[in-house]
């Protein structure tokens, strides 16, 4: 447990990342399928404080460890726009950058100005701009080129100042609505909440590592191909193509029907693999195989986890 810089200093003078680790921030995107044999780095560093402003934005810096949604509650309270929709999202400051995390028409890069740590596993601080991180759908440098060569500890997020929301999810839009222009932070805040609570299952009470698999994203053509032979195909634009919703694809070869002892997906969301009590790592493996596998008989379309699975 890393609570201060103190034990950030401690944990390289220990060279500690020349063995084998694992950084973990609350482990909720995460699928273990044994015990790590190695050290498990946890963040704990506590901190979030306006840095900067200027005529439209403030600049706030928050510690790693700091947990996602207390962030989020913080810009609300200040009345900072543009983190409100992804409230409510497990797991912890340091780790919203890696896989760019989003919910209902937002996405993380969106507000993150620079993100700050340190190169492993020597120890030489980085900061990195927001174009320097290679943000996509779900998918960063520190998935990539950084995979385990960097230890993310700060991030600095540029927040507006003026009233602006994001409404292009049709549900949050909806259920918005008649608020007209009385609408606030707070209101949406508990929106999302609202429409989380009602697909998602809450993970303190059910083990679950949210959307078990990316959307996935086809050609135009092939999704000519495949809106020929099946109707009401969900599809959005995307920067290379249509991206589709996995969850849709899962549902129609009749995985809400299916549950293997402990393991079966989410009752209002196929996109997300529950554990119910005591199914083994390997278990949920199996099932998650047999999941890509159907979608690829039916569709031809690969569906990759973005869960990240510890082997
Ligand atoms: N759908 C089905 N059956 C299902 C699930 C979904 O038909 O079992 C259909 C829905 O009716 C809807 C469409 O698929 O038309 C999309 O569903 P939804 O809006 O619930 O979103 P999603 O694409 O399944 C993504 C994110 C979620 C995020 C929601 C809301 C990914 C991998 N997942 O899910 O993120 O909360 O959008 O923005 O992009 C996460 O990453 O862990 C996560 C929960």
């Known amino acids: 447990m890393v609570e201060n810089d103190q034990d950030i200093d401690e944990i390289f003078q220990r060279k500690i990342f020349t063995r084998p680790f694992l950084l973990i921030g609350e482990g909720s995107n995460m699928l273990f399928t044994k015990d790590f044999d190695g050290t498990v780095i946890k963040l704990a560093t506590k901190g979030i404080e306006i840095i900067n402003e200027d005529d439209e934005h403030v600049y706030v810096r928050a510690a790693g460890g700091e947990d996602w949604s207390d962030f989020v509650r913080f810009t609300i309270e200040h009345e900072l726009y543009g983190a409100e929709n992804l409230i409510g999202i497990p797991g912890l400051v340091g780790s919203c950058p890696v896989q760019n995390i989003g919910a ?3 996405e993380v890069k969106d507000i993150i100005y620079q993100v700050e740590g340190y190169y492993l596993p020597d120890g030489e601080p980085f900061v990195l701009y927001n174009e320097e991180c290679h943000f996509a759908y779900r998918d960063s440098i520190f ?16 927040l507006k100042k ?9 549900q949050l839009a909806d259920n918005l609505a008649p608020f007209g222009a009385d609408l ?12 989380r609570n009602s697909k998602l299952p809450d993970i303190t009470k059910v083990g679950c590592a949210g959307s078990f698999f990316k959307n996935p994203v086809v050609s135009e053509a092939k999704f000519a191909e495949l809106s ?4 009401q195909l969900v599809h959005y634009p995307a920067p290379n193509g249509i991206k589709l919703a996995a969850g849709q694809l899962i549902e129609s070869c009749g995985w809400k ?10 009752p209002t969301q196929a996109l997300v693999i529950v554990n119910w009590g005591n199914a ?22 690969l569906i990759e986890p973005e869960v990240r699975i510890i082997a």
Do not use: M, P
């Open 104 to 106: 209902y028409g937002s």
């Open 280 to 301: 083994k790592g390997s278990e949920v493996v199996a099932y998650y195989q047999d999941i890509i596998q159907s979608v690829q008989e039916k569709y031809g379309i």
């Open 162 to 170: 003026e009233k602006h929301f994001q409404l292009n999810y049709k």
């Open 143 to 158: 998935k990539n080129e950084l995979k385990n060569r960097c230890w993310i500890t700060e991030v600095v997020f540029k």
């Open 184 to 195: 606030t932070l707070e209101k949406v805040a508990e929106t999302v909440l609202n429409i």
């Open 257 to 266: 029907d299916i549950r293997r002892g402990d393991v079966s997906v989410y």
């Open 228 to 231: 020929a032979k099946f109707d």
